[in-house]
């Protein structure tokens, strides 16, 4: 974002293209994370 200047609001879809790899890595901790909680439940 090199033309995006200090104490300028940057368009959102800017800020979802440098966060695309954050929410990632944080849904795939979620989903794994449910899968563990899903089989402790059940027992398995």
Excluded: N
Aim: hydrophobic residues 40%; positive net charge; without cysteine.
């Amino acid at each position: 974002m090199a033309h995006v200047r200090k104490g300028h609001l940057v368009p959102s879809p800017e800020w979802w293209k440098h966060l695309r790899r954050v929410k990632r890595r944080f849904w795939k901790a979620h989903r794994r994370a449910e899968r563990g909680l899903a089989a402790r439940d059940t027992g398995a």
